[in-house]
């Protein structure tokens, strides 16, 4: 009795273990893992003593159908390196930032880093800008003032003086608002990536050596 209970639970079990051991031989095999090497940037700059920053993963967003990077912390980005340099990058996307001296400007596009490529970094200095509103609003505001002040020392007809007054105030007014905009107007920056040329007269060109 108890071989035959044996033989039945035997017979029962022997087709589900085969089926089990077919679906699984069944399955397809696993893709292979695609190893992402670093791959050389090389970065140049339209000016001296530019310094490049870099923040890795950083948090991205479409806007106008542009990809963004989500403004993050200063301190969470991390010096690269002084331009002209070379440096090894993870195939990924970066978020870059430059500086110079004191000012570091944060850029909205990220760089995606997908092979050998060559970055050109460019700073936009608005110094002439800030030295042209601080004249403006001196010389303009002094102006303004001094028209004011004759009209009032030299005009006895009251509509003559209202004009003056008035022409004079404007040109302050007007001077200084004008003097203040340029004058707080802060440097920009932005970087143009393109692949490292192939052949070997463009890699080591002027623009690429190193």
């Known amino acids: 009795m108890r071989l035959a209970l044996l033989a039945l639970v035997l017979s029962v079990a022997t087709p589900a273990r085969a089926q089990e051991t077919t679906s699984e031989s069944a399955l397809p095999p696993p893709p292979p893992s695609?190893?992402?090497?670093?791959?050389?940037?090389?970065?140049?700059?339209n000016l001296e003593g530019l310094r490049v920053l870099y923040l890795q993963d950083p948090v991205l967003d479409e806007r106008d159908g542009e990809l963004v990077i989500r403004p993050s912390p200063a301190h969470r980005y991390v010096e690269l390196c002084a331009v002209p340099c070379n440096r090894e990058l993870p195939q990924t996307h970066l978020g870059l930032a430059v500086a110079r001296e004191q000012r570091v400007i944060r850029l909205h596009t990220p760089l995606g880093v997908d092979g050998p490529m060559g970055v050109t970094v460019r700073w936009q200095s608005r110094e002439t800008e800030r030295l042209g509103g601080v004249l403006l609003a001196a010389i303009g505001g002094?102006?303004?003032?001094?028209?004011?002040?004759?009209?009032?020392?030299?005009?006895?007809?009251?509509?003559?003086?209202?004009?003056?007054?008035?022409?004079?105030?404007?040109?302050?007014?007007?001077?200084?608002?004008?003097?203040?905009?340029?004058?707080?107007?802060?440097?920009?920056?932005?970087?143009?990536?393109?692949?490292?040329?192939?052949?070997?007269?463009?890699l080591f060109s002027d623009q690429w050596d190193g």
């Open 34 to 45: 695609v190893e992402l090497r670093p791959s050389t940037v090389r970065f140049r700059a």
């Open 142 to 202: 002094v102006s303004g003032l001094g028209v004011g002040i004759v009209s009032v020392a030299a005009t006895t007809d009251d509509a003559a003086l209202g004009a003056g007054v008035g022409v004079g105030g404007a040109l302050l007014v007007g001077a200084v608002i004008v003097g203040v905009l340029l004058a707080l107007m802060d440097d920009d920056a932005a970087f143009e990536a393109a692949p490292l040329p192939a052949d070997g007269d463009g």
